[in-house]
T-cell receptor, first 111, second 117 residues
């Protein structure tokens, strides 16, 4: 059974810092990996989707990498802003199956 | 494109009653829809997978007689929580997959918050 772990569980940094969120998964036979953002009491906002054949994806200040063989992904956030404060979820997909989510990293960017 | 809606966005019901939640794909055909549940301060857990025209497949530990899922068309799936109890209070989120996409990307609805009193 696939298990997804996210480290750290919580992170608080001053505005402007670059930061890295980590995600690891136990079964490397995945179709894709997706990073989401969730604001309190809200649904999910998809940030980046990496197919299993890809190594990384970039969107604005966000960069996500995937090392499928080692079961790891990182989400890099450059020049963090208070508006980036949210819970970040990593999820892996097994093709036709649903996604398996990690427990998330609760991020606070201090103004 | 690829918008998924859910209705209602929140609902309060009394213990013992049933509640129906709708999930719609607005601008694409969803051959498969997924239902997830999220308890406070927890991550999302997959409850069931529903394919259009077929019976839903439930994850281990999810009672199929309690959580009735219907996926009668390519744009609509419903989740009915029967005889709801306070422990069913949760955030329910659906997602849908577009049959045209080869990479299995799922698009998520905004979620429905259920409170059972």
């Amino acid at each position: 059974k696939q298990e997804v772990t996210q480290i750290p569980a919580a992170l608080s940094v001053p505005e402007g810092e670059n930061l890295v969120l980590n995600c690891s998964f136990t079964d490397s036979a995945i179709y894709n990996l997706q990073w989401f953002r969730q604001d309190p009491g809200k649904g999910l906002t998809s940030l980046l989707l990496i197919q299993s054949s890809q190594r990384e994806q970039t969107s604005g200040r966000l960069n996500a990498s995937l090392d499928k063989s080692s079961g790891r992904s990182t989400l890099y956030i450059a020049a963090s802003q208070p508006g980036d404060s949210a819970t970040y979820l990593c999820a892996v997909g097994g093709g036709a199956d649903g996604l398996t989510f990690g427990k998330g990293t609760h991020l606070i960017i201090q103004p | 494109g690829a918008v998924v809606s859910q209705h209602p966005s929140w609902v309060i019901c009394k213990s013992g009653t049933s509640v129906k939640i709708e999930c719609r794909s607005l601008d694409f055909q969803a051959t498969t829809m997924f239902w997830y549940r999220q308890f406070p301060k927890q991550s999302l857990m997959l409850m069931a997978t529903s394919n259009e025209g077929s019976k839903a497949t439930y994850e281990q530990g999810v009672e199929k007689d309690k959580f009735l899922i219907n996926h009668a068309s390519l744009t609509l799936s419903t989740l009915t929580v029967t005889s709801a109890h306070p422990e069913d209070s949760s955030f329910y989120i659906c997602s849908a997959r577009d049959r045209r996409l080869a990479f299995y990307e799922q698009y998520f609805g905004p979620g429905t918050r259920l409170t059972v009193t």
